[in-house]
């Protein structure tokens, strides 16, 4: 009984009450409700997307700190732990996170079906995060005039940009960590850069194993040596078409991609070149097959070929995996309809081969959301993001962007701004968001830096 009665007076407290006095300093989960479309008066639905409060320091009068949610389930980590939460514990201000619509557990009708999805937006997603805004001023905090702080990292850095700029009268200031405020179709300079930390990290026989085995297997695939190539590779199902071909070279690229930056030390570039330039017996398509058979042994096959890889992106269902905790079929709607970021093999200066164009992300996205995306609906949805928003164009004032010299996205984000009480940092030696931990002893001077900058410009944006 006593727990119920503490679970009703808190959320007694964040529906209406205004705050006084510390509660019992714990991080609490609540549901707020909200339009289903903010665009469409004549559309009556609402849904709750979720958000998390934590009061456990805060002192009446002092400001908000608003962790915005991304592409992922809303966790309680930032707002309990880092340099946001550090910051906000000595500004003595009360911690919110909120969950963005379609992830996680905010996902309006119960389903991800296209015509649900429709309403998966960036401008619906700002309309939300502007009335949970006006709501934790007016019915939580009773502050009219209370400072309001964003953090946002990746996609929810793009969110918190885009805020500040459509609300600049409900945000004071905002602080993005390897945000990605351009929306491109064509992000063919992800393979150049990675393949440059290739070169950095690894070493030169290394790239040129990596570019000679893709060369390799276009020759191989171009004389009809299919099976060959599958079987090298441990494809679910046998590469046919050309669709298929782009798939294995999309996905391979993809698997050294992701285990170059997964672990956010420059040592994952020298694991791979040590394993490719090791196997002296070897092609160096064997060598890469190898590789890849050796870091995919959790599964029983590849789905390397264009049907089988698009077979989880096509499910609907909210309690897929895929769907829930990576938000997969949502980020890739979003990236079909509003932001692209195409990671192509156009570019001549990078070692994945040339095979993965836009024809394929164009395929791509018809396969899984319907033939009513074509190249054309695709290009002008990301056209009027970047018209509506600004891109890399940016001109607003009090935020900061904080970008890793080593994180490919910083190629979308914005290095250098210099508009009124803002500013643009590159912390040179860095993944994504190393800027989001705590100062800590083990950081270099020059990340160290670049946190006591961050807090110096909330301060600022505070007082």
Known sequence: MKQAALFLLLAVNLSGACKNSQDNGQTTTHYFRTKLDHFDADNAATFEFRYMSNDAHYKPGRPIFVYVGGPWPMYSYYIENGHFYDIAVRERGWLFANEHRFYGDSIPNGDLSTDNLKFLTVEQALEDLAELIRHLKGKVVCDENVKVILMGAGYGGTVATYMRKQYPELVDGVWISSGRVEARLNFKEYAVLIGEMILKYGDQICYERIKTAYREAEIELAAGFNRNISEMFKTCETIQTSLDEQTFFYSVTQKIQFEILAQQTVESTKLICDSLNNSKELTNLQRLAEWVRNNTQDQD????????????????????????????????????????????????????????????????????????????????????????????????????FVNGGLDPMRNISITEYHEKESDAIVISEYFSSADMGSISDQDSPELMKAKLRIEEFVQRWIN
């Open 301 to 400: 096959c590849n789905p390397y070929d264009f049907e089988t890889s698009l077979t989880n992106l096509r499910d609907v269902d909210i309690g897929n995996d895929e769907n829930k905790l990576w938000g997969k079929r949502q980020l890739a709607y979003q990236s079909c309809t509003e932001f692209g970021w195409f990671l192509t093999t156009d570019a001549l200066d990078q070692p994945f081969g040339h095979r993965v164009d836009m024809e394929y992300f164009y395929n791509y996205c018809a396969a899984i959301f319907g033939g009513w995306l074509t190249p054309e609906v695709i290009n002008d949805g990301i056209r009027r993001t970047n018209e509506r928003f600004g891109g890399q164009n940016q001109d607003i004032t009090n935020v900061l």
